[in-house]
C-alpha cells in the first residue's frame, strides 16, 4: 500500500513505479505508455486553461469520421496525444474517435505489443462556455503477431480485454483517473510544480447513487419501459427516493461527479438512434472499466457493457453507467426492451 499521509507526496509516476513493483514480471512499457498519457494530459490542460486567450476556441471548420462538427481544440487534442504517443515502441497502432482508421505508427519507429484507443476532448463543445470537458483512453494488449505494425483486429476486442484505461477532466482543477485492473486512482494536477499527485487513492463509488444524468429532451423518442424506468429513478413509481438530476452534457463531466458522488448517468438507444449513440471503443469500454473497478456496473440495457465484442472502430451503443444497485434496476426494467 502506497502510503498517503498529510505528509506524504506521492507523484503520478511513483505511483506507477510501486504498483508495477508488485508485479515481477512486468516489463515496464504500460508504464511507459502511462507516462506518455500523463505528459499528453498536461499539455491539453495548458491548452484548455489558455482557450479564452488565444485562437482555439469554436469550430475548425471541418466534421470528424461521425460527421461531427470538429472543434479547434478536438484536432489539437488529437494531434498531441498521437504525437506524445507514436514514438515510445510501445504501441503497434493507435485509433481515435476522431478519425476514420487505424492510425499506423511511423515506419521510423518500433511497434510494441500494445494498442491505444482514445476520445481525445470529450465535450468540446461546451468549451465555449467554459464547461468542463476531458480525455478518454483505453489500451489493449495486441492479439495479432509482434513485430510489425497493429490492424483493426487488436482494436476490435471486447472491453474486458483492456489492460487500462482512464480518463482526464479538465474542469476547476485538472485531474486524471485510471486503473490497470487493481482499483481505480485519481491524481490531482499541481500546476505550480506540473506533477500530477495522487488525490483519490483506490475510489468507491456508493451502491446506491443520489444524481441522474440524462438528456430527458429525448424522452418523446424513448421506448415505454426506458420511460418507466426514468420515472423509477426520478421517484414518480413511489418505488424509491427520487434521485436529484444533474447532466452536464459533458460525459467526463457527469460521469466523474457521479464516480465520487454516487450516481448513474444514461444515454438510451431511442428511434432516432436504435444502436445509440456514444461510442463503445473510446467512451464506454474504459469508463465501464474504471467503474467496475470502483465497485460499479455498466451495461447497454441489455448486457454487461464489457462483454460486448466489437464490429467496427466506430461501433456505438446505449449506456447505462454507474452506481451497481441503480444499474441493477435497469437490467431489470429493460428486459422487455430485449
Known sequence: MIPNSETSVVTIDRFIIEQEAMFPEATGELSGILYDLAVAAKMISSKVRRAGLIDILGAAGSDNVQ???QQKLDVIANVIITK????????????????????????????????????PLDGSSNIDVNVPVGTIFSVLRRVTPDGGPGTVQDMLQAGAQQVAAGYVIYGSSTMLVYTTGHGAHGFTLDPSIGEFLLSH?????????????????????????????????????????????????????????????GGIFVYPANKQAPSGKLRLLYECNPLAFICEQAGGAATDGRQRLLEIVPGELHQRSPLYIGSRNDVEIATRMLEADR
Open 201 to 261: 487513492q483506490d475510489i468507491r463509488t456508493p451502491n446506491i447513487g443520489k444524481y441522474l444524468s440524462v438528456n430527458d429532451s429525448y424522452e418523446r423518442y424513448w421506448s415505454e419501459p426506458v420511460r418507466a424506468l426514468m420515472r423509477r429513478y426520478r421517484g414518480l413509481d413511489m418505488q424509491r427516493e427520487p434521485m436529484n438530476v444533474r447532466y452536464v452534457g459533458s460525459l467526463v463531466a457527469d460521469f466523474h461527479r457521479n464516480l465520487l458522488g
Open 67 to 69: 460527421g461531427e462538427h
Open 84 to 119: 506524445a504517443m507514436d514514438h515510445g515502441g510501445r504501441l503497434c497502432a493507435m485509433a481515435s474517435e476522431e478519425e476514420e482508421g487505424v492510425i499506423p505508427i511511423p515506419p521510423q519507429f518500433r511497434c510494441g505489443k500494445y494498442v491505444l484507443l482514445f476520445d
